[in-house]
C-alpha cells in the first residue's frame, strides 16, 4: 500500500483507514517512515530536475497520508 501511495497509484482518504485495525495502521505508520526514510536517503544528481521533481512529489503524497492517517486517529479516539 505504502508503495502505491508514493507511486501515486493510490489515493489516501480517511475511508482508506476504516477497514484497518490499531496494529495494522501502526505497521501502516512504520512503513511510511521506512519509505520516507529511504527516499530522503536517496539524492538525486543536482541538475536532473525531473528526478528531483519525482523524489519531492513521493515526499508529499507519504507526508500527506500520514498526516492524514494522524488526523483520523485522533477522530477515531474520541
Do not use: P, W
Amino acid at each position: 500500500m505504502v508503495q502505491g501511495v508514493a507511486e501515486g497509484h493510490q489515493t489516501v482518504t480517511d475511508r482508506t483507514f476504516k477497514a484497518l485495525t490499531a496494529s495494522q495502521m501502526d505497521q501502516c505508520a512504520f512503513e511510511i517512515e521506512r519509505q520516507l526514510r529511504d527516499i530522503r536517503g536517496n539524492q538525486a544528481a543536482v541538475g536532473d530536475l525531473a528526478e528531483i521533481k519525482r523524489r519531492n512529489l513521493k515526499i508529499q503524497r507519504l507526508n500527506s497520508a500520514r498526516t492524514i492517517m494522524r488526523s483520523y486517529r485522533q477522530r477515531s479516539r474520541t
